[in-house]
């Protein structure tokens, strides 16, 4: 029997109760949750194959509205105001959500075989050599696109930008992308020649496609990262992607134009 993984349900549940926080739950969130655990009790349906499938199935619509923000009963307070971190970038702002962590929460809960736990000090090795030519390639092809350029700051936000970042945004993208599509994937595929590599390979693209309302060069880009977050969770396991995905962004917020560059 699997153990549940505490460590990031906690951490998870402190994202939480901050998003609370600063916003609020209608009663129709209710109608999500319940769905949700509609879902979960299926997939564990360890003899009903068709069981599972329609609880996977009820998920992955859950979880685009819930990533989408479509589902009704969730007021998402915003934490940061429009601002330019630096004068040549364009405005940004930050919601809290309440509604996107929930994808996390199933999935630690339902599936904590997305974790794909590894030794700390192999875990370590894989996220410092992921993250350096993960930075190198995404950052440094922003770089030469024109969307970002150097710009060292900390502005006053900055540290709930971070807590948001890690427990809210990376931590439920990670768990979704690399522990439940790649390693799902890497499970169905298991008997094919390259079944991990065209995993890891379909889960990347995904990724990167959900940023195409930023236009193709973040496409591109966020693929390009998917991959490096997708060979840390390969042999790092979940702590490895989470760590790359965060690094990477705190790189990008810390030392270049956030979000990108106006114009």
């Known amino acids: 029997m699997l153990t549940l993984p505490w460590l990031y349900l906690a951490l998870l549940s402190i994202g939480y109760v901050m998003a609370l926080v600063y916003g ?7 109608v999500s949750v319940a769905l949700l655990l509609v879902a979960g009790y299926a997939v564990r349906q360890q003899h009903t194959p068709w069981a599972r499938y329609l ?4 998920f992955i619509v859950l979880a685009l509205g819930l990533a989408m923000h479509w589902l009704p009963g969730f007021y998402n307070g915003r934490g940061i105001d429009p601002q ?3 004068p040549d970038a364009v405005p940004f702002s930050m919601y809290l959500n309440q509604d996107k962590p929930l994808i996390g929460f199933w999935l630690l809960l339902a599936c904590p075989w997305i974790v794909a736990r590894r030794a700390l000090r192999l875990s370590i090795c894989v996220t410092a050599l992921a993250l350096t030519l993960t930075a190198i ?3 440094g092809g922003a770089a030469l696109l024109g969307i970002i350029s ?12 971070v807590l948001n970042n ?15 599509i790649q390693g799902g994937l890497s499970r169905r595929f298991k008997h094919l ?32 990262a998917g991959v490096g977050y997708g060979l840390a969770y390969r042999f790092g396991g979940l702590g490895a992607a989470i760590a790359t995905h965060f690094g990477l962004n705190l790189l990008h917020f810390g030392l270049f134009t956030y979000p990108m560059l106006a114009g």
Do not use: C, M
């Open 166 to 180: 890690l427990l809210l945004v990376t931590l439920v993208e990670e768990a979704l992308f690399r522990g439940y």
């Open 137 to 139: 390639a995404a950052l």
């Open 55 to 58: 609880g996977h199935g009820l």
């Open 193 to 224: 020649p390259y079944g991990d590599n065209l995993a890891l390979l379909l889960a990347s693209l995904l990724f990167g496609l959900v940023h195409l309302g930023a236009g193709w060069h973040w496409v591109l880009l966020a693929s390009i």
């Open 24 to 30: 609020q739950l209608g009663a129709l969130a209710l």
């Open 150 to 161: 150097w710009a060292p700051k900390w502005p006053d936000p900055a540290w709930l930008w």
């Open 84 to 86: 330019r971190f630096t």
